[in-house]
């Protein structure tokens, strides 16, 4: 397994947290919601 591959998911956990950070403040509700072992969903 590459060197990179997890820092390529850290990457983009941080990108959804900017992200659901950003919507958070511009909306009243939860947007953007982690699913456990599967991933996000809007």
């Known amino acids: ?3 990179n591959v997890f820092v390529v ?5 941080v990108h959804i947290s900017r ?16 699913i456990r072992s599967a991933g996000n969903s809007l």
Request: charge should be positive; aromatic fraction near 4%; charged fraction near 25%.
């Open 1 to 3: 397994m590459p060197h």
């Open 9 to 13: 998911a850290r990457r983009v956990d």
């Open 19 to 34: 992200f659901r950070k950003t919507l958070n403040q511009v909306s009243s509700g939860t947007l953007i919601r982690t």
